[in-house]
């Protein structure tokens, strides 16, 4: 069974940090490359940050410097930690996971399988 799993949102005040957690299905782990995506209030979904099987991770111009993707290979997670956070960083965020080639990692329709988001909340 495919599943994703999102935790670790919550409300947050400007510049505190938060980590966000996917445990994602074995047999999607191994052989798929996972992605962070969000979605603001009455905005579209973006990318947020996604990391390669071979660990090479890529960053939206707004999470480069203050987010840091990562995972851990032994128990089929990934993280993303995310500081100093804005009101701007505040929307639903979800962990994905597709096949996607590099130039089209922004894309939502290359990742197949969605969590069901988290809510990350900063407040002013």
């Known amino acids: 069974q495919v599943q994703l799993v999102e935790s670790g949102g919550g409300l947050v005040d400007v510049g505190d940090s938060l980590r966000l957690s996917c445990e994602v299905s074995?047999?999607?782990?191994?052989?798929?490359?996972v992605g962070w995506f969000r979605q603001p209030p009455g905005k579209e979904r973006e990318f947020v940050a996604v990391?390669?099987?071979?660990?090479?991770?890529y960053y939206s111009d707004s999470a480069k410097g203050r987010f840091a993707i990562s995972k851990n290979n032994v128990n089929n997670m990934v993280y993303l930690q995310m500081d100093t956070l804005s009101p701007e960083d505040t929307a639903v965020y979800y962990c994905?996971?597709?096949?996607?080639?590099?130039?089209?990692?922004?894309?939502?329709?290359?990742?197949?399988?969605w969590g069901q988001g988290t809510q990350v909340t900063v407040s002013s």
């Open positions: 994905a996971a597709g096949r996607p080639i590099l130039s089209a990692i922004h894309n939502p329709d290359m990742y197949y399988y």
């Open positions: 074995s047999n999607i782990f191994s052989s798929h490359t």
């Open positions: 990391i390669f099987r071979s660990t090479h991770t």
